[in-house]
């Protein structure tokens, strides 16, 4: 009995469509027309009229007398209606029901929700990296949407973050990534636990969109290498990280202390911020650090400053000037780096 109220259960699913009951509706309201109009010789409206009034079974009369091949007729389209309509109505109480009408609209409101949003960052995988990704880029107020295969992920994810732009899907398909907004995001995170599906991810990724930023996990040394040259602009081992730091915490342990105090959220209000060229306002381009003066006018310091080609310069000169494809990394507290963006970005 108990394997047998799953399959009832499941066979519902499959027979009861509301696609199927619309479409059936429409055969019949067009079966009948084209049947009144060859039968009777009426035009289309007093076809439809007829038709619409025998589907109801409101009891009007007829437009005019009905022959016999009428009354038959009449009488195998009442018939017809009657099935179609049990089923229409099961269908449609099915879905209330079990409340798959709810979550159709709330799912088609998410995709226009989604269909409207730009410079986003998509996270591919729910996993415990991709959990810890999603709480932090939440945490700073990031737009992001996440693709998530599992749905019992997807439903822990909601629990925590209500208001969550999700795609239930395999971010491997590009399809699934075209409903994620590929085109207008801005940056793309995969951290899924296969190798060689975060690497597909990339190349398909960086397909639908050149100019997207990626960022993807790795477990694998040969993988990490592949995950680059397939497009990806950093790739991150998370256990290389972890074995790192650990060794660290032996040979620095004040240093490494002092960074975890700078960068955690639970601890301090201290952080680091990168400004960039493009960021800046038009007066502030091509200026020197002596000039910005931000020390004096944010409190923020610049202790680093990242070239165009990607190498860094630890603590700059005063005459150092940003330059197009260069940035500024800066260390200040949240209401000092508020300040910073307030005072520099357009």
Known sequence: MRRLIPSLFSLSQNLLDLRVARTLLLSMT????????VLEGYGILDALYMTIITMSTVGFGEVRPLSDAGRVFVSLLIIL???????????????????????????????TTISNTRGHVIVCGAGRYGHE?????????????????????????????PDLL????????????????????????????????????????KQLNAKLQVISRATDLRARAKIIKAGADHVIMPEQIGGFYMATLISKPGAVEFFSFITSELT????????????????????????????????????????????????????????????????GTDGQIQALHAYLER
Do not use: C, W
């Not at 306002?281 to 202790?303: C, W, Y």
């Open 268 to 331: 301090g209000d201290v952080g680091f911020e990168e400004i960039r060229y493009d960021q800046l306002k038009s007066e502030f381009q091509d200026m020197p650090i002596r000039d910005l003066d931000l020390r004096h006018a944010t409190g923020v310091n610049i202790i680093a400053y990242r070239n165009p080609d990607g190498t860094y310069k630890v603590n700059p000169t005063p005459d150092t000037v940003i330059g197009p494809g260069g940035s500024f990394i800066t260390l």
């Open 30 to 37: 067009i079966f009948g027309t084209l049947g009144f109009v």
């Open 166 to 205: 999700y795609i239930h899907g395999d971010a491997t398909q590009d399809e699934v990534l075209e409903a994620a907004g590929i085109e207008r995001a801005a940056n793309l995170i995969t951290a899924v636990a296969d190798d060689s599906d975060n690497l597909f991810i990339v190349l398909s990724a």
């Open 133 to 161: 990704v999603i709480e932090h880029l939440l945490g700073h107020r990031k737009k992001i949407v996440v693709i998530e295969q599992k749905e019992h992920k997807i439903q822990e994810l909601l629990k925590e973050f």
């Open 81 to 111: 209606n009657t099935a179609v309509f049990a089923y229409a109505l099961a269908a449609f109480s099915y879905y209330v029901i079990d409340g798959n009408i709810f979550q159709s609209i709330h799912r088609k409101r998410m995709q």
